[in-house]
């Protein structure tokens, strides 16, 4: 299996990203894919997740109306949109994908950093 995250890089306050993650060796329609962020010197917190179809989305407080997550199950991808950036968003982020039994992969993280 193999997870690989893309799209980070370093944005103006107010700006906008896009991650993508795109997953392999998986039967994607069946697994959860989330997005996770951390923060130097914090822990790894949970920033959204979307179920099997894609309809069925979960957002942090700190994503919910900035940040939309979305996939694609033919392409084996998921997407993190992200608008209105804050130095706060400031971190690693990293794709997370769990299997039908509970098992959990991760990508190795793309780094997003908002910076005037």
């Known amino acids: 299996v193999e997870i690989v995250e893309s799209g980070g890089g370093s944005v103006q306050p107010g700006g906008s990203l896009t991650l993508s993650c795109t997953a392999s060796?998986?039967?994607?329609?069946?697994?959860?894919t989330s997005w996770y962020r951390q923060a130097p010197g914090k822990e790894r917190e949970f920033v959204a997740s979307?179920?099997?179809?894609?309809?069925?989305?979960h957002y942090a407080d700190v994503a919910r109306g900035r940040f939309t997550i979305s996939r694609d199950n033919f392409k084996s991808t998921v997407w993190l949109e992200m608008t209105n950036l804050e130095p706060d968003d400031t971190a690693v982020y990293y794709c997370n994908v769990q299997t039908y039994n509970k098992s959990e992969y991760w990508g190795q993280g793309t780094q997003v950093i908002v910076s005037s």
């Open positions: 979307t179920l099997h179809g894609g309809r069925s989305t």
């Open positions: 060796g998986f039967a994607f329609s069946s697994v959860i």
